[in-house]
Nanobody, 126 residues
């Protein structure tokens, strides 16, 4: 059973940066994908970014249009952790951020991910 734990959320001012972490355990395959989704208050969950890995190599990264150029996803090669670097935060980024684990990388299809973390909250305000 894959387990995921997010961390790194917090309160920041507009223009600030955060790095979210998703630690995962229980890996049983060398091919997998980790994604970040977010859900703002009163809004539906939306995909943010994903990364796919095969035998220790990143094969795909993808980003939703609202975050392209500001968010960067990366896998720590020394541990089972995926990071989401978030720069130039704006109030529209305020949300609970969840990482998810699955077989393929998709920022549009939450159903491909079978395992989810509990989330970490990001609040952007002045």
């Amino acid at each position: 059973q894959v387990q995921l734990v997010e961390s790194g959320g917090g309160s920041v001012q507009p223009g600030g940066s955060l790095r979210l972490s998703c630690g995962f355990s229980g890996l049983t395959s060398a091919t997998y994908a980790v994604a970040w989704f977010r859900q703002a208050p009163g809004k539906e969950r939306e995909g943010v970014s994903c990364i796919s890995r095969q035998f220790g190599v990143t094969t795909t990264t993808d980003y939703s249009d609202p975050v392209k150029g500001r968010f960067t996803i990366a896998k720590d090669n020394t541990r089972n952790t995926v990071y989401l670097q978030i720069n130039n935060l704006n109030p529209g980024d305020t949300a609970d951020y969840y990482c998810a684990f699955g077989d393929s990388c998709s920022v549009h299809r939450a159903e491909v991910y079978g395992h989810w973390g509990q989330g970490t909250r990001v609040t952007v305000s002045s």
